[in-house]
């Protein structure tokens, strides 16, 4: 490396706590629109598949705009993408508050998920250039994956607590403030000019990264876990609300499924050095499977926040394992392609998946998305040991 370029990597190391709070603001002003959202159909009796179909909105943004994100961040480094996704994450939330409408909402919903897709992918390019050896990246990784799990263990609460004592407009407002406090935080990262694109990158698609056998299996294991995730946040409002919970006692179970993923990624922060990819991934989607099909029968409130926090644990350790094998299994320079069709992929299927569950439970039971994660999970299991057999052959 030249002198201007470790001068660089460490400005980027000091500033990587920046990095992870704009990360956080961001992901939480989804998060706390997504809980307010749902609950705001329920109340206003739409019913079980409008809360998919409303959920299935926050994937339809990032389907049309990850690849171009990816270049974005490519080109332009971080504060260009981050002051998109500030702009569209404000944007939908006070659309939400000022008119709480069921258009309305939906289109604000359809911002905020386009805000995360757009932010998400440079926050994750910057974090990628923090690496100083591949070794390093399960650790680097493990904090951005952070962010969301922060975000997701207290937006619930702050939101539910919020509905309960103020109202449903005093969640949104608080949805708006938070795009204005990650664009201040992102402010404190400094900019950098990323290196010139070549002709040879703008031809070669990213879809051609496809083309990798270990790439295309990652992309696979990658779509049922996130699929997993969307399930979990599909059916708990949806169960909460039928077993007569609060919207405070919602946001518990929620926020134990996320304080569940901050615990696991600090301890992949904690023992990086340790950790197998692959053997953390077969875990945790075991794990994961169990207690899909155990969860209908979990009693009360207690219960659902012990299987929440379980599956918290096994969904929360994938992103960090998922990112670094990414690293590894793609070319350097396409890095930002690679994230970019990951963000597109993850939220095509996320588009179909909660809306699928909504029809599900509303034609036969509450827990029948559950079910079938636990049966895609099973399937799953053999691109993943393909995936370790490779490794192995390399």
Not at 124 to 129: D, I
Not at 271 to 291: C, G, I, P
Not at 342 to 363: D, H, K
């Amino acid at each position: 490396m030249s002198a201007a370029g470790a001068v660089r990597a460490a400005e980027l190391r000091r500033a990587f706590v920046w990095v992870i709070a704009t990360l956080i603001c961001v992901h939480a002003c989804m998060a706390v629109t997504r809980v307010t959202a749902s609950l705001w159909v329920l109340e206003h009796g739409y019913g079980e598949a409008s809360v998919g179909l409303l959920l299935s909105l926050f994937a339809v943004a990032p389907i049309v705009l990850s690849l171009w994100a990816g270049r974005l961040a490519d080109r332009h480094g971080f504060h260009r993408p981050v002051g998109v996704g500030v702009l569209m994450a404000g944007g939908g939330a006070l659309l939400a508050l000022l008119v709480q409408q069921l258009w309305a909402i939906a289109l604000g919903c359809l911002l905020c998920g386009g805000a995360i897709a757009v932010a998400a992918v440079a926050i994750q390019r910057e974090a990628g250039l923090m690496a100083d050896e591949p070794a390093h990246l399960k650790r680097i990784f493990g904090w951005v994956a952070l962010g969301p799990a922060v975000s997701n263990a207290l937006a619930p609460v702050v939101a539910g607590l919020l509905i309960d004592h103020v109202g449903m407009s005093a969640a949104f407002g608080f949805a708006v403030l938070l795009p204005l406090l990650s664009w201040a935080l992102a402010h404190k990262v400094p900019r950098h000019v990323p290196a010139p694109v070549s002709k040879s990158f703008r031809e070669r698609p990213a879809w051609d990264l496809l083309r990798l056998p270990a790439f295309r299996r990652l992309m696979l294991v990658n779509l049922v876990m996130s699929a997993s995730w969307d399930a979990h946040s599909f059916v708990v409002p949806v169960v909460g609300h039928a077993r007569g919970l609060s919207a405070s006692s919602i946001g518990m179970v929620l926020g134990s499924f996320a304080v569940a993923a901050t615990l696991v990624r600090l301890a992949i922060v904690r023992f990086a050095d340790d950790l197998d990819e692959l053997k953390a991934l077969r875990t945790s989607m075991v794990v994961a499977l169990l207690t899909f099909l155990a969860y209908a029968w979990l009693p009360g409130t207690a219960g659902l926040i012990a299987g929440s926090a379980l599956l918290g644990a096994a969904l929360g350790s994938v992103q960090p394992m998922i990112l670094a094998m990414l690293h590894k299994v793609t070319p350097p320079d396409r890095h930002g392609q690679a994230l970019g069709l990951r963000m597109l992929t993850v939220n095509g299927a996320t588009v179909g998946m909660p809306a699928a569950f909504g029809l599900l439970a509303a034609a036969t039971v509450l827990a029948a998305p559950m079910w079938l994660m636990a049966a895609a999970l099973a399937a799953a299991w053999w691109p993943a040991r393909r995936l370790g057999e490779q490794e192995r052959r390399s």
